[in-house]
């Protein structure tokens, strides 16, 4: 049941990535989110922020999604796809924060940190609960 909640819970994450995702390529407006980088705008413009936002928040969600079916399966790579996710996701959005809805950033951002640190750190979940 432990590897269930786990497995919802991490794609249930990645896959909220398309909020940060679908302003960033024009396809949903929020008043709140407006694609813009505190770095990166004032060097490359609007256009080629948004493009590069469109490649952090596409492969954050490629990443968790593919760790998820990983951890599900089995398979040995899915730390390795879920650490890089949440490494992708927290530099975006620190990149991107005065871009994206706070809340909404920090909440990602401190679940970002949790991922890194059970993985990197605490090397949990254990194989046991894993089941890898």
Do not use: C, N
Request: aromatic share 10%; hydrophobic share 65%.
């Amino acid at each position: 049941m432990l590897k269930l909640v786990i497995a919802i819970v991490v794609l249930a994450h990645g896959v909220g990535h398309v909020l940060f995702l679908a302003p960033a390529i024009r396809l949903a407006t929020w008043a709140d989110q407006t694609g813009h980088s505190w770095l990166i705008t004032p060097l490359l413009g609007d256009g080629l922020t948004r493009a590069l936002a469109a490649l952090v928040w596409t492969a954050t969600i490629a990443l968790f999604v593919a760790a998820v079916a990983g951890f599900y399966l089995g398979s040995d790579w899915w730390r390795q796809a879920a650490l890089l996710g949440a490494v992708v996701s927290a530099s975006g959005i620190v990149v991107m924060w005065d871009g994206l809805p706070t809340s909404s950033a920090a909440a990602a951002l401190i679940f970002d940190l949790i991922v890194i640190a059970a993985l990197g750190v605490a090397h949990w979940p254990t194989a046991e609960v894993a089941g890898s």
